[in-house]
């Protein structure tokens, strides 16, 4: 069965600071893979998502940016923090094919608190 | 534009009765719905889709939707409530882009009260 990872669970970073953030899938290959972040547990703001290595389209222009170095890591970062950058993260994953080709599966999230 | 609306912020409702947390949504071409629930502090979980075929789908922990394309909407219906229901949930809709992108609701946040 597939499970995805995210870590850390909880991060307080002062502003300014750099930022990284894993997820990693297992039991699938290939999946399209998203970034979110949800702000005051309400609704979901897609960051960044991707289909393939290298393969990253950004949604919201800011100071974070993506990485996938390998198929199933998903590497969210910032070189500098903002106090706006606090909120919950998660990261999400679909399959291209199959009976699972559309929902999407979500990780346990990160709480991000920039001070 | 293509989106989606959950119009309450929250539904209350007494264990055992049953509940609806409500949908609609806008976008072009043939319309593949989604429901997830999240629970405090926790990542989103699947709970059912609607892609074709029958208009009422059945999902995980006895939750349905029922879809409307005349009133483009997708209900979330449970036929009895339980105290544990008690959640928050979004609906959601694949936009037809080319892409994978999906778009969320706002969240309806669920309260069952014994």
């Known amino acids: 069965s597939q499970t995805i990872h995210q870590w850390p669970a909880t991060l307080v970073q002062p502003v300014g600071s750099p930022l990284s953030l894993e997820c990693t899938v297992e039991?699938?290959?290939?999946?399209?893979l998203y970034w979110y972040r949800q702000a005051a547990g309400r609704g979901l703001q897609l960051l960044f998502y991707s289909i393939g290595i290298d393969q990253i389209s950004s949604e919201v222009p800011q100071n974070l940016s993506a990485s996938r170095p390998q198929d199933r890591q998903f590497i969210l970062s910032s070189k500098k923090l903002l106090l706006s950058d606090s909120g919950f993260y998660l990261c999400?994953?679909?399959?291209?094919?199959?009976?699972?080709?559309?929902?999407?599966?979500f990780g346990p999230g990160t709480r991000l608190t920039v001070t | 534009a293509q989106s989606v609306a959950q119009p309450e912020d929250q539904v209350n409702v007494a264990e055992g009765n049953p509940l609806t947390v409500k949908c609609t949504y806008s976008?072009?071409?043939?319309?593949?719905l989604f429901w997830y629930v999240q629970y405090p502090n926790r990542g989103l979980q699947f709970l059912l889709k609607y892609i074709t075929g029958d208009n009422l789908v059945k999902g995980s922990y006895g939750f349905e939707a029922e879809f409307n394309k005349s009133q483009t909407s997708f209900h979330l219906k449970k036929p009895s409530a339980l105290v544990s229901d008690s959640a928050l949930y979004f609906c959601a809709v694949r936009v037809n882009t080319g892409g994978f992108k999906t778009i969320f609701g706002a969240g309806t946040r669920l309260f069952v009260k014994a």
């Open positions: 976008v072009s071409g043939n319309p593949y």
């Open positions: 039991g699938t290959s290939n999946p399209n």
């Open positions: 999400a994953w679909s399959a291209t094919s199959g009976a699972l080709s559309y929902e999407q599966y």
